[in-house]
């Protein structure tokens, strides 16, 4: 079992920037890839970025090069920066975890509000 536990959320301005933190606990050692998703009212659940346990990354277009993901394996943690912020990216963030053996895991989300 893998628990995740998002961080980070809040009421940001736009334009400004917010970081977002994922801590794994448990058999944390079977994780491959990491991510954030998001899901904003009314809309479906869609993948912000990923990142796997070398550190391939992968964005959904709308915020590359304006958010960042990074990975600290040794604490077991997952990092989303957050710049530029939009109006647009208000929604729940919710951490992904996948193991080697293809077992995926949730957090229960952080909500992220970009409002003036």
């Known amino acids: 079992q893998v628990q995740l536990v998002e961080s980070g959320g809040g009421l940001v301005q736009p334009g400004g920037s917010l970081r977002l933190s994922c801590a794994a606990s448990?058999?944390?050692?079977?994780?491959?890839?990491m991510g954030w998703y998001r899901q904003a009212p009314g809309k479906e659940r869609e993948l912000v970025a990923s990142i796997t346990r070398v550190g391939n990354t992968n964005y959904a277009n709308s915020v590359k090069g304006r958010f960042t993901i990074s990975r600290d394996n040794a604490h077991n943690t997952v990092y989303l920066q957050m710049n530029s912020l939009r109006p647009e990216d208000t929604a729940v963030y919710y951490c992904n975890a996948n193991t080697f053996a293809g077992i995926e895991y949730w957090g229960k989300g952080t909500l992220v509000t970009v409002s003036a």
């Open positions: 448990g058999s944390s050692f079977r994780i491959n890839t």
